[in-house]
């Protein structure tokens, strides 16, 4: 009995370290449980925190996105949309439902249904393009980049797209293009040779190009600029073109000399300006080539005859000069002669004998006139004089003062002469000669001549006008002309018309007339406001 109570004490005992040994491990279970479900909980804490972030970042980016979002799902009805989708189509999927067919153009309708197989097929296409139609603003030419959402037994469940408007672009584009075309029309049918260089190298030329140097585009392709030059011309463009290089200059023009394919050259006016890229180099350089071989020999021949006029000229005024004195001398001389033989033989000589004597020294005193009158044509736009404001009010009335007018025939100004920009001498020459002939020329018994003025444009206008005998219509033409007269009864030199037409022609006015017989005349003629 005792034995079996033993044996059912030390069971007991057993019992107990083993259920004390249980309640540890249990104890010790339980802590690491508590541990782990703490850090699960830590863990889903910061996973749900991540979770929001990523939420909110996302929708930052979903709202704030420039091109257009579109989430449909796997029917096609839009389940959401950013405010850039809004904006494109017109819609508010809150207020109305939106299916995507909607916005397909009827023309792409199959082409949007074969893009869109390809999506469920593949999972994604890009570089889509085609037209849609807006609520607002009518039909829209897109991009879209578009792909399928699966669920977790990859099975399609929606759809996302970006859209990006492009009818803007492509409209540039179309411009740019029509743009690109003109301009390359212009160059390819420029009278100017067009050639596009890169550090010397030939990357492009124009038909003119090519037929000035006799050879083809291909062939020119294969040169430099130094292989079509003379080696001292080109050395200088290649200094300028090395300041074009260093950022110097973007522009020069050097006239030099081309060779040709025969070997052969001529010479060419050439200006050449640069591309750059964006940080300031050199991209390529442009240069437009005008062949001006004619034109320099045409200015060559231009200064020789420049040069011999201005020679001719000297010697011809220099000629007049001379002739004119000795002419001059004797006609004074001759002058003196008959004066004395008047004087001297006054008693003697008869009446037929002192006509004639009158009627000599006349025409020695017309000869000298005439003679003075050369000096005068031939020195009128060879007497430099500095241009100043003259008053014509003041020039005209001195001129009046100054000049013979009989009692009979009265001067009149009209209008207040304005003051142009000239030199006094020749402004002087102009009025006096006309008044001189409007006096000379006046047989009515009471002769009145008008002076006025009348704005126009940039010129003025005067009119000498006189209620003299007139002029016939056949000597309009040729009055102006030297030595032209209308008759051989006065003293007329026929050159004061003449000086008067080269003033005119001087201040680059025009002169003419209007006159009839027995009425009068008056002259008309134009000086420029600024001269």
């Given at each position: 009995?005792?034995?079996?109570?033993?044996?059912?004490?030390?069971?007991?005992?057993r019992e107990k370290a083993a259920r004390k040994q249980a309640e540890q491990i249990l104890e010790g279970k339980s802590k690491e449980?508590?541990?782990?479900?703490?850090?699960?909980?830590?863990?889903?804490?910061?996973?749900?925190?991540?979770?929001?972030?990523?939420?909110?970042?996302?929708?930052?980016?979903?709202?704030?996105?420039?091109?257009?979002?579109?989430?449909?799902?796997?029917?096609?009805?839009?389940?959401?949309?950013?405010?850039?989708?809004?904006?494109?189509?017109?819609?508010?999927?809150?207020?109305?439902?939106?299916?995507?067919?909607?916005?397909?153009?009827?023309?792409?309708?199959?082409?949007?249904?074969?893009?869109?197989?390809?999506?469920?097929?593949?999972?994604?296409?890009?570089?889509?393009?085609?037209?849609?139609?807006?609520?607002?603003?009518?039909?829209?030419?897109?991009?879209?980049?578009?792909?399928?959402?699966?669920?977790?037994?990859?099975?399609?469940?929606?759809?996302?797209?970006?859209?990006?408007?492009?009818?803007?672009?492509?409209?540039?584009?179309?411009?740019?293009?029509?743009?690109?075309?003109?301009?390359?029309?212009?160059?390819?049918?420029?009278?100017?040779?067009?050639?596009?260089?890169?550090?010397?190298?030939?990357?492009?030329?124009?038909?003119?190009?090519?037929?000035?140097?006799?050879?083809?585009?291909?062939?020119?392709?294969?040169?430099?600029?130094?292989?079509?030059?003379?080696?001292?011309?080109?050395?200088?463009?290649?200094?300028?073109?090395?300041?074009?290089?260093?950022?110097?200059?973007?522009?020069?023009?050097?006239?030099?000399?081309?060779?040709?394919?025969?070997?052969?050259?001529?010479?060419?006016?050439?200006?050449?300006?640069?591309?750059?890229?964006?940080?300031?180099?050199?991209?390529?350089?442009?240069?437009?080539?005008?062949?001006?071989?004619?034109?320099?020999?045409?200015?060559?021949?231009?200064?020789?005859?420049?040069?011999?006029?201005?020679?001719?000229?000297?010697?011809?005024?220099?000629?007049?000069?001379?002739?004119?004195?000795?002419?001059?001398?004797?006609?004074?001389?001759?002058?003196?002669?008959?004066?004395?033989?008047?004087?001297?033989?006054?008693?003697?000589?008869?009446?037929?004998?002192?006509?004639?004597?009158?009627?000599?020294?006349?025409?020695?005193?017309?000869?000298?006139?005439?003679?003075?009158?050369?000096?005068?044509?031939?020195?009128?736009?060879?007497?430099?004089?500095?241009?100043?404001?003259?008053?014509?009010?003041?020039?005209?009335?001195?001129?009046?003062?100054?000049?013979?007018?009989?009692?009979?025939?009265?001067?009149?100004?009209?209008?207040?002469?304005p003051v142009v920009i000239g030199d006094k001498f020749s402004l002087q020459q102009l009025f006096q000669n006309l008044l001189n002939?409007?006096?000379?020329?006046?047989?009515?018994?009471?002769?009145?001549?008008?002076?006025?003025?009348?704005?126009?444009?940039?010129?003025?206008?005067?009119?000498?006008?006189?209620?003299?005998?007139?002029?016939?219509?056949?000597?309009?033409?040729?009055?102006?002309?030297?030595?032209?007269?209308?008759?051989?009864?006065?003293?007329?030199?026929?050159?004061?018309?003449?000086?008067?037409?080269?003033?005119?022609?001087?201040?680059?006015?025009?002169?003419?007339?209007?006159?009839?017989?027995?009425?009068?005349?008056?002259?008309?003629?134009?000086?420029?406001?600024?001269?």
């Open positions: 009995m005792s034995n079996e109570l033993e044996i059912l004490q030390r069971a007991l005992q449980l508590y541990q782990i479900t703490q850090e699960l909980k830590d863990a889903n804490a910061k996973l749900e925190d991540g979770l929001t972030e990523k939420t909110s970042e996302l929708q930052g980016v979903f709202g704030n996105l420039v091109d257009a979002y579109v989430l449909m799902d796997i029917s096609g009805n839009v389940i959401k949309m950013n405010h850039s989708a809004k904006e494109l189509f017109g819609y508010d999927i809150n207020q109305e439902k939106l299916n995507i067919v909607k916005l397909i153009y009827k023309e792409d309708y199959e082409y949007a249904m074969t893009s869109f197989q390809k999506l469920v097929a593949e999972g994604s296409f890009s570089n889509y393009q085609a037209r849609v139609y807006t609520k607002h603003k009518g039909v829209r030419t897109v991009h879209i980049n578009a792909s399928l959402i699966l669920n977790n037994k990859k099975q399609p469940i929606a759809a996302q797209g970006i859209v990006r408007d492009i009818t803007e672009e492509l409209e540039q584009k179309q411009i740019f293009e029509e743009q690109k075309k003109q301009l390359s029309a212009i160059v390819e049918n420029s009278s100017l040779g067009i050639a596009l260089t890169q550090f010397g190298k030939i990357l492009q030329t124009n038909k003119a190009f090519q037929s000035l140097l006799g050879y083809s585009n291909d062939e020119l392709l294969q040169k430099e600029v130094k292989n079509i030059s003379l080696k001292d011309e080109y050395l200088e463009s290649a200094s300028k073109m090395q300041q074009m290089n260093d950022g110097e200059i973007d522009y020069f023009s050097v006239n030099k000399r081309y060779v040709k394919k025969d070997g052969s050259w001529f010479w060419a006016k050439t200006n050449v300006a640069a591309v750059r890229n964006e940080d300031g180099s050199i991209k390529y350089q442009v240069a437009l080539i005008e062949d001006i071989t004619e034109q320099l020999e045409f200015e060559k021949q231009r200064d020789k005859l420049v040069k011999n006029l201005e020679k001719s000229n000297k010697e011809l005024n220099d000629y007049a000069h001379v002739v004119s004195h000795d002419l001059k001398s004797p006609l004074r001389s001759m002058n003196a002669l008959l004066t004395w033989l008047q004087e001297d033989y006054a008693e003697v000589l008869d009446a037929n004998a002192h006509n004639s004597l009158n009627m000599l020294l006349k025409k020695v005193d017309k000869m000298d006139h005439l003679i003075s009158g050369i000096l005068k044509y031939s020195s009128i736009d060879k007497v430099n004089h500095p241009k100043q404001n003259i008053a014509l009010q003041d020039i005209v009335t001195d001129i009046i003062d100054v000049i013979h007018i009989p009692n009979h025939i009265t001067i009149k100004i009209i209008t207040e002469l002939n409007a006096v000379k020329y006046n047989d009515k018994e009471q002769g009145v001549i008008t002076v006025s003025c009348e704005q126009k444009d940039e010129f003025w206008e005067f009119a000498i006008t006189d209620n003299g005998a007139g002029i016939s219509k056949k000597y309009h033409d040729k009055i102006f002309q030297i030595f032209q007269t209308l008759d051989d009864k006065n003293e007329s030199t026929g050159v004061g018309l003449s000086i008067v037409k080269k003033i005119v022609d001087l201040y680059d006015g025009k002169i003419w007339l209007v006159s009839e017989e027995g009425i009068g005349t008056t002259f008309y003629f134009t000086l420029k406001n600024k001269i």
